[in-house]
């Protein structure tokens, strides 16, 4: 029997939202429907911004460090920074270095911020635009290469398709549709929230760092 031989599904903006209409009981059939509910799957990707990591949204960044430098833009769209190191070049070999991620009082109650050395701390300022604040400032230059998670891109165009995992469209349509019927369907508002809250939960299961784990048993 023959296989499609492809692996490449996907859904435009226009097919998820038809999906989720259907699911609500409806057909969509003006235009502001599709403007509503496109409206609402942004707001769908930001309420997924705030229910933890979402693996394909994290990113390596790096930044150059001049002598002096004491922080670092890493873009409007970071949400948080999950890690960093400093990078330096010792006898002609790379060398990364883990630096500590402090609170904004530790960073606050730092006495001199200006002092040089190489930089062994950093403080997130998480405001609309943020920024790395680095500690001790840099004493030469070097690179700081970080883990940052960025935004989801907006849905944009109807006929673009979504800055979402494949494993998670099931959930997107879902959650879709619970946030569709809140304006349409209030009648299913409780089943589709069911449903979402489900489909959400087995694809963030999924989407997760993985490693070996090694047992030592206990002798003696």
């Known amino acids: 029997m023959a296989t499609s031989n492809t692996t490449d599904f996907n859904l435009a903006i226009d097919e998820i939202v038809e999906e989720a209409f259907e699911r609500c009981g409806m057909q969509m059939t003006s235009g502001y429907q599709l403007t509503s509910a496109t409206r609402s799957l942004n707001l769908l990707f930001l309420d997924w911004a705030n229910r933890g990591l979402n693996l394909w949204t994290i990113e390596q960044a790096t930044a150059a460090l001049a002598k002096g430098t004491t922080e670092v833009a890493p873009g409007a769209d970071t949400v948080n920074v999950l890690s960093a190191v400093i990078r330096d070049t010792v006898g002609g070999q790379q060398q990364d270095v883990s630096i500590a991620r402090i609170s904004r009082s ?115």
Request: overall charge positive; charged content about 20%.
């Open 106 to 220: 530790e960073y606050l109650n730092v006495p001199n911020k200006l002092t040089q050395a190489r930089p062994a701390q950093y403080y997130v300022q998480r405001t609309i635009t943020p920024t790395i604040f680095l500690w001790p400032a840099a004493d030469k230059a070097y690179t700081l290469v970080y883990y940052r998670i960025r935004r989801m891109q907006d849905a944009g165009a109807y006929t673009n398709t979504t800055d979402v995992n494949f494993r998670f469209l099931p959930c997107l349509a879902s959650g879709l549709a619970y946030m569709i019927s809140l304006k349409y369907a209030p009648d299913r508002t409780t089943g589709l929230k069911t449903i979402y809250e489900e489909d959400f939960l087995r694809a963030a299961k999924e989407d997760r760092d993985t490693a070996s784990v090694h047992f030592v048993p206990s002798v003696g």
